[in-house]
């Protein structure tokens, strides 16, 4: 167990927020009392720090670099768009599909995501979707969201690229002019799928190059190395796009360093088979690739068995630029701050590292060294102001 030294005045911590539903990953409620926080110059502990730690979250200016957007369709508004669109889902009802989010591996959570885009089909329909995403991103204090996308998810059914694009795009400018936060679009490639295919992806999306900041892989990862898409990754590099990769999720490391040496990208999405590989995490640390990891995906899709055995704590004391995030919040259960709160819960994590690891947001997103800068000093100065 991580040792927890306290060179402060321990002082007594009020709680603060209402006291919150059963969560999995809190089961005894808040009233664990083995944890003992440290922030700068206080000691959390017990009950109290529980709301403690998770108003602390919850105010923390912070960036999200891994969310879907095709994944935080709830079931609620998956029904809602079915019946204006017509579409026939598999189940009877919102509390069913919830019943079903119960994965053993990736791909039984790839089948149900594929067959949920499905309602997606309006300009308007990818607008609701987007739009709620940053509703719900504006109560966890995200500043600035990346946000991922499927075009072949849509294209494949007769949904035009510029229909996906005009409807996340419209609400990504009211995120930014209603809510202040500012969005860059990453459009990801089926790993599943030919090359060709994504090459197809990469010229359908020229006419709209200006409002995409990144390409990324993603789908089923395992028999689908990052090599396989060497090329088209060079003509991504080539047209100026921020290169991405989900790597080491399901698969092994290998797949991590082909991505950083074949891909070349620019960060990795999950990573965490890095740590099997001690050289290659050390480069990485090195290097300082930001990851983005996800800690309540990770355990949903059973490539950890439980958040107390998260890899990120040990992640970060190798030196690596982790950062949290929600992946697919409507499937996994949780938005970012529902992140940041279950691994810090399991791992006790203290305020430190949850402020490094927002820093590693902002720092590892695809934003102007001034915009950087700027978040930078309202979360270092949230932090100063809390302690
Ligand atoms: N697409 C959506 N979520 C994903 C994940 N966790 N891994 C790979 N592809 C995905
Ligand atoms: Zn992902």
Not at 106 to 119: A, T, W
Not at 300 to 314: F, G, Y
Request: net charge negative; glycine share 8%.
């Amino acid at each position: 167990m991580q040792e927890k030294v306290n060179s402060n005045t321990a002082t007594a911590v009020p709680v603060q927020g209402a006291r919150r539903e059963p969560n999995p990953y809190d089961p005894a409620g808040g009233q664990v009392q083995s944890a003992l926080l440290i922030t700068g110059r206080r000691t959390l502990t017990a009950a109290a720090d529980r709301n403690d730690l998770r108003a602390f979250i919850d105010g923390l200016p912070k960036a999200e670099l891994h969310m879907h957007i095709e994944g935080s369709l709830e079931p609620e508004m998956m029904f809602a768009l079915a019946e204006r669109n017509g579409v026939k889902l598999g189940f009877s009802s919102v509390e069913e599909t919830r019943a079903a989010y119960d994965f053993g591996c990736l791909q039984e959570f790839l089948d149900l995501f594929f067959q949920g885009m499905e309602v997606l089909c309006h300009e308007q329909d990818f607008y609701d979707l987007t739009w709620a995403y940053f509703k719900r991103a504006a109560a966890d204090n995200v500043r600035h969201a990346e946000l991922f996308f499927d075009p072949q998810g849509h294209t494949c059914r007769g949904v035009a690229f510029e229909t996906v694009l005009q409807g996340i795009q419209r609400a990504c400018a009211d995120a930014e002019r209603e809510l202040g936060i500012t969005c860059g679009l990453i459009m990801c490639f089926w790993r599943h799928l030919s090359e060709q295919d994504a090459q197809a992806v990469l010229e359908a999306a020229e006419p709209y190059r200006d409002g995409i900041v990144g390409i990324g892989l993603d789908a089923a990862e395992q028999g689908n190395p990052p090599h396989k898409f060497a090329s088209v990754y060079r003509q991504a590099r080539e047209q100026g796009y921020k290169l991405l990769a989900h790597a080491g999720e399901e698969g092994p490391a290998d797949y991590v360093r082909e991505a950083i040496d074949i891909l070349g990208v620019d960060r990795i999405d999950h990573g965490n088979a890095t740590l099997d590989d001690a050289q290659l995490t050390q480069r990485i640390a090195r290097k300082g690739t930001v990851l983005t990891v996800c800690p309540m995906s990770n355990v949903k899709l059973a490539v950890v068995d439980e958040m107390r055995h998260h890899p990120l704590k040990v992640m970060l004391d190798r030196g690596l630029a982790v950062t949290i995030n929600s992946d697919d919040p409507a499937y996994f259960g949780g938005y970012v701050n529902d992140n940041y709160a279950a691994v810090a819960h399991a791992l006790e994590l203290t305020t430190e590292e949850l402020h490094c690891i927002a820093r590693n947001s902002f720092t590892g997103a695809f934003l102007d060294d001034k915009a950087k800068a700027r978040h930078l000093d309202a979360l270092d100065a949230y932090v100063a102001a809390y302690r």
